[in-house]
């Protein structure tokens, strides 16, 4: 025997809502404006004649030379505060190179650290060399006070 699978449904419930219509509004005609008519200048330029050195002669009309626009002025900069930004970027490098001086530094002395401690490991193994293979090898001058027996430079080989 199964059990029926219940089957949930939403309520068949409609809600009215405002409706707003909107009508298409006609567009104003556009205005053109009246068409430029061109104006003679007020007053007519002089006429400029200029005789050519091979002779010729060459007639127009004046133009004056295109001014450039004026530059904007840029406000003026307080040497002082030049002089305390340069202050502080020489102050940052300063800083700097003094951090990488103390590491050379803290380098330098763990370095000569190192070669005194290999120095000595070397001059103490050398010690010790002499010390302990010295007996089996008798050179020099030996004194036997027993036997009151002076060797004087033999060698024994």
Known sequence: MTKPIKVYQRPAVRTAA????HH?????PVQHPAPYAPVQPSSIPSVASVVLPDGRVVTGYAIEP??????AVKPAISRTAVN???GGIG????C????????????????????ITLAAVIFGGWIAVQIFSASGHRGGTTVNIRKAVIKRNHFHS
């Open 24 to 28: 298409p509004m006609p567009l104003a």
């Open 66 to 71: 295109a001014k450039p626009e004026p530059v």
């Open 91 to 94: 102050f940052g490098a300063v």
């Open 18 to 21: 405002a409706v707003e219509v």
């Open 96 to 115: 700097g190179g003094l951090v990488l001086l103390t590491t050379f530094i803290a380098a330098l002395t763990a370095l000569i650290t190192q070669l």
């Open 84 to 86: 305390i930004a340069l």
